[in-house]
């Protein structure tokens, strides 16, 4: 079973930082891509950025774009979304999701896999 258990989130200053991390586990195919998504109080689940494990191939939300970078470590199982000059339009709580995908998706709809998600506080 294929389980993903986020960490990282917390409380920041508008302009601030923060990492994000999400851990695989269980995982028993190779070929998978692996998202970031959101969702704030009354509002849907919106997608965040996306990458394929074994590709380069990427998506960014055009209102994270130049802001927020995913990446991974192999090694570690680990999947990253390093968020800088963070606004408070940006708090939410975010879900990594993975699935059986050749490419991105934007779509929440295309994702089975999904973690218990890690808040994001943003202050202004």
């Known amino acids: 079973q294929v389980q993903l258990v986020e960490s990282g989130g917390g409380l920041v200053q508008a302009g601030g930082s923060l990492r994000l991390s999400c851990t695989i586990s269980g995982l028993t195919f190779s070929t998978y891509v692996m998202g970031w998504f959101r969702q704030a109080p009354g509002k849907e689940r919106e997608f965040v950025a996306a990458k394929s494990w074994n590709g380069n191939r990427i998506l960014y939300a055009d209102s994270v774009k130049g802001r927020f970078t995913i990446s991974r470590d192999s090694a570690k199982k680990t999947v990253y979304l390093q968020m800088n000059s963070l606004k408070p339009e940006d708090a939410a709580v975010y879900y990594c999701?993975?699935?059986?995908?050749?490419?991105?998706?934007?779509?929440?709809?295309?994702?089975?896999?999904w973690g218990q998600g890690t808040q994001v506080t943003v202050s202004s």
């Open positions: 999701a993975l699935d059986r995908l050749v490419v991105p998706s934007m779509s929440r709809h295309d994702y089975s896999y």
